[in-house]
């Protein structure tokens, strides 16, 4: 697209710092010298600013172009590139200087024309920039410059250009018709086209395999711009390079990378278009994309964070860059594979987890039924027998006293069945909707101290904070399970023969909205292994005479009543202490 040829449209030029310019493109390059070869880089920039009126994106374009040309065409070994700038009779000179192959005589002129490019050598397969150093000479002299060459086979080149100083003043805005479209994104276009030069086939489908290291895909269509970002980044990557963006998605598919670096302007379908196509396949569609534009509009930004599009790179860009950008997208992959192997083991356990869950609670049931009807079976087979035996000795004895001994022996085997099939029936069938009215803890208390004032003998209940306490429950409900806390506790004295047995009862208020009801006792304490199933049914102590549902049926009820009911301390020796949580009245 010829300067010519586009005569519609202007391109704003202000006083722009040459020097500045050229600073910022030898250091973008400057990690292509030394790194993989031992050409050197000699930049000489005045310290001082060099004033000229212009586009500072298009000079940057020519000086990047220019040197990166003089790269291409010099040896790997020996290379050597001069870059000076300075002023002379008003004008700015920059010259960019190689000891590479030269240019014959004859194609000075056709090196400056479009689509046209001079092979230095009978073995180059090398191509420039894309740039083209025709749209060097149609930006230099946009700017009333000149370009010029001076370069024999085998001796070098050296490439001058000089540009009119600018006036020292401030209001240097000033346009120009140069064309209908801005020359920056003219050069993205001719960035990527082929010259009459190409490289062989073979060559141009090259791929910089290394197995073990994190696969790359490339898609970039530009040979020369592919050859080198394969170069930069070879050393810490498996890399694939692919040209075509009409079939890059489905190869991708097919290699799953770490990460594609993804080509704005592709022939057929271009890099947004390949974008979609990864995001809209769920195998790859996670896979992080960093997109190469020299486009750097905001509306492509938009639609590239639309289409999620993780990474922007802008052309030129220096290697460092490039390495850096990839680096943190790799190690994002990186985390991401790790963390969805991980989510895949986990939910491989838990399936796992699930089917053994499965299995243990069936087998517990059948455990759990077994040993219920072992120890219902026991529980009232023992005192049914107790009973029988007691029944036949009043029937069968004269004596009155041993009559009477008897038929008290018959009665506490037939209270002690009739107790047990209470518990089984409140455990089957519990309540569903208790009535909750305000109930007074102090009354609650005393009754389920009364139930037990047989057995309380010697020991000692205290109380505390009890008074003008009313918690919303059920309470009948509340006595039963004040009454089964204490039962146990009294339990455990009669088996263990305890001394100065003492059961403690504290109310606390918790921010006026609940009531912590504490029972205490200081007895031997509950074993460490038992804690974990002590509210499950069928779980009773191995010095327990009861079927283990007591505590079962206490928390069913609580927790029906809006409350919470825990085991807050249990040592060794030092007792037991449950602590029951419930709404305040």
């Given at each position: ?288 994309i960093l997109l190469v534009t020299a486009n750097a509009r905001d509306t492509l ?285």
């Amino acid at each position: 697209m010829a300067l010519e040829n586009t005569d519609q449209a202007t391109v704003n030029y202000t006083r722009i710092d040459l020097a500045a310019i050229l600073n910022i493109c030898t250091d973008q390059l400057a990690p292509l010298f030394g790194s993989h070869n031992k050409r050197v880089l000699n930049a000489v920039v005045p310290p001082y600013s060099v004033w000229v009126k212009g586009n500072e994106s298009q000079l940057e374009r020519v000086c990047f172009n220019l040197i990166q040309n003089a790269y291409k065409f010099t040896d790997p070994e020996n290379g050597q590139i001069d870059v000076e700038l300075w002023i002379e009779n008003d004008c700015a000179t920059l010259t960019v200087q190689d000891n590479g192959v030269g240019i014959d005589a004859e194609h000075h002129e056709i090196i400056f024309q479009r689509y046209r490019q001079v092979d230095g050598s009978t073995t180059r397969q090398a191509q420039g920039t894309g740039i083209g150093l025709a749209l060097v000479k149609e930006i230099v002299e946009a700017h009333s410059g000149t370009v010029s060459v001076e370069s024999q086979p085998g001796l070098g080149s050296t490439f001058t250009l000089r540009f009119p100083l600018a006036q020292n003043q401030t209001d240097v805005a000033d346009t120009k018709e140069t064309g209908q479209y801005d020359i920056r994104r003219d050069a993205e276009s001719d960035y990527l086209l082929n010259f009459d030069v190409r490289p062989d086939p073979e060559s141009s489908n090259k791929t910089y395999r290394s197995e073990g290291k994190p696969l790359l895909v490339l898609v970039e269509d530009e040979y020369d711009i592919a050859t080198m970002m394969l170069d930069a980044l070879q050393a810490d990557y498996d890399l694939v390079w692919l040209k075509d963006g009409d079939s890059a998605a489905q190869e991708i598919a097919s290699l799953r990378p770490y990460a594609v670096l993804l080509d704005h302007m592709l022939p057929g379908k271009d890099g947004l278009d390949v974008a979609r196509d990864i995001k809209r396949n769920p195998d790859i569609s996670t896979t992080p994309i960093l997109l190469v534009t020299a486009n750097a509009r905001d509306t492509l930004k938009q639609d590239s964070l639309d289409l999620g599009i993780d990474e922007f790179i802008a052309k030129p860009f220096s290697w460092v860059e490039l390495r850096a950008r990839v680096k943190n997208l790799v190690g994002r992959a990186d985390l991401e594979r790790v963390l969805s192997e991980r989510n895949d083991e986990l939910q491989t356990a838990m399936d796992d987890l699930s089917r053994s869950e499965a299995q243990l609670i069936q087998s517990e049931k059948w455990r759990s039924l077994s040993n219920f009807s072992g120890t219902l079976i026991h529980e009232i087979g023992n005192p049914l027998n107790v009973a029988l035996s007691a029944l036949r000795i009043a029937v069968n004895h004269k004596n009155p006293d041993i009559r009477a001994e008897a038929l008290e022996d018959t009665q506490i085997s037939l209270e002690r069945i009739s107790d047990l099939i209470v518990d089984l029936k409140d455990f089957l069938t519990p309540e569903n909707t208790p009535v909750m009215e305000p109930v007074s803890l102090e009354q609650v208390v005393d009754r389920a101290e009364a139930l037990h004032r047989a057995r309380l003998g010697n020991v000692t209940i205290d109380q505390k904070g009890l008074s003008d306490v009313f918690i919303i429950g059920n309470k009948n409900a509340l006595i039963q399970i004040v009454s089964n806390l204490i039962g146990n506790s009294l339990d455990v004295f009669e088996r263990n023969d305890s001394p100065n047995c003492r059961i403690s009862i504290i109310a606390t208020s918790i921010s006026g909205s609940f009531y912590h009801l504490r029972i205490s006792d200081n007895g031997p304490g509950i074993a460490e292994s038992l804690i974990p199933t002590l509210f499950n049914p069928f779980h009773p102590g191995p010095d327990s005479s009861g079927i283990g549902i007591g505590l079962s049926i206490c928390k069913k009820m609580v927790e029906q009543m809006g409350g919470q009911i825990r085991l807050c301390e249990s040592a060794s020796g030092k007792g037991a202490s449950f602590e029951i949580t419930l709404p305040s009245a």
